[in-house]
């Protein structure tokens, strides 16, 4: 009985001893059929994985396409980057195009070249502006897939979303808030990076139109347009400072956390809550120090394997009925120590 595998492969994947193997491979008396059964059930077995393992891995090549602040996008990257090798057989390659400011016209202009070069797919966190919408439509007649990332765009324009549930997100935020503040009048500083994001916008939504309902008390002031960036931000959050005497709490959805709470101590002002969005380094040193009070965040690397999920339904490398389920939406909060 010829066999391309090792006896010592044979018996482990029977189960049976290395004796008892031999005997079955080279047709000696004295073993009972029941055996000899499931030696050959072993070596069909071990013959489907050999098949298995020969089959030649599909490649995507997707390319990730974020404009955010660096704190935000290094910390999307490593988690992609972690992500992608471990989702097999499918080997996904990205390639990463990171900027923390972007004019539509850049946009669009990044989105055409890559087409033109060729991409199985594109991840977009970028503004759904009139400019990049249209720029979609063609990507989309092009058949070339967008997952939209974090912030959405129309849903004809896109494969899929992976992110949070933005206005969820938002109506967590006011309800913690919401219980945390003083009681009493006061106004509550909401900050954006742009209003183009439509995840920003959705999660200001959500987060109003609970404190509405539940804080009738708490009033609200926006500001937007410092896209997370420090410098700009912390100009913002002065004027505003100047212009409102009664904000006492902040709800960061952009970011530029540090430059915020620089604005405040500058014009000698507290916070009674201070909620903010995305673990990253700078959210983690805040919240050790216990200078914003908790942090709405979901799971970076989770959001690399669901893009990776989408990708392989789209190119039907996984079944038609996989279900995707959406971003679980976590809290954090300073650790607290007996």
Do not use: W
């Not at 080997?91 to 900027?99: E, G, I, K, V």
């Not at 997952?147 to 933005?166: E, I």
């Not at 109003?208 to 539940?214: M, P």
């Amino acid at each position: 009985m010829a066999t391309k595998f090792t006896l010592k492969e044979i018996a482990h994947q029977a189960g049976l001893s290395l004796a008892t193997v031999d005997r079955v491979v080279h047709g000696r008396d004295h073993v009972r059929a029941v055996t000899r059964d499931r030696v050959r059930a072993a070596e069909l077995e071990l013959e489907q994985q050999y098949a298995a393992s020969m089959l030649s891995t599909s490649r995507v090549t997707i390319d990730v396409v974020i404009q955010a602040p660096s704190r935000f996008s290094s910390a999307v990257r490593a988690a992609f980057e972690a992500e992608f090798p471990l989702m097999r057989p499918t080997m996904f390659r990205a390639r990463f195009h990171l900027a923390e400011v972007m004019e539509e016209r850049e946009i669009v202009a990044l989105l055409r070249r890559i087409a033109r070069r060729g991409t199985q797919g594109i991840v977009l966190k970028a503004p759904a502006t009139l400019g990049v919408e249209a720029c979609l439509a063609d990507l989309a007649a092009q058949r070339i897939p967008v997952v939209t990332y974090v912030t959405d765009v129309l849903a004809s324009l896109r494969l899929a979303y992976v992110g949070m549930p933005n206005a969820r997100a938002g109506a967590t935020a006011a309800y913690l808030l919401g219980r945390m503040a003083p009681p009493g009048a006061a106004r509550v500083l909401v900050t954006l990076s742009s209003l183009d994001f439509e995840g920003e916008s959705a999660r200001r939504t959500g987060f109003i139109d609970h404190l509405v309902k539940t804080a009738p008390h708490l009033e609200t002031i926006t500001v937007s347009g410092g896209f997370g960036i420090d410098r700009a931000t912390g100009s913002l959050i002065q004027q505003a400072l100047a212009d409102f005497p009664n904000i006492r709490c902040v709800y960061s959805v952009g970011g530029g956390n540090a430059a915020i709470l620089a604005a405040f101590a500058q014009a000698g002002r507290t916070i009674d809550v201070f909620a903010a969005h995305d673990l990253d380094r700078t959210n983690k040193a805040l919240l050790a120090s216990r200078q914003i009070s908790f942090v709405i965040h979901h799971n970076f690397r989770q959001d690399a394997r669901r893009v990776s999920l989408h990708f392989s339904k789209y190119y039907r490398l996984i079944g038609q009925d996989t279900q995707i389920e959406e971003a679980e939406i976590g809290i954090a909060c300073p650790i607290v120590l007996p």
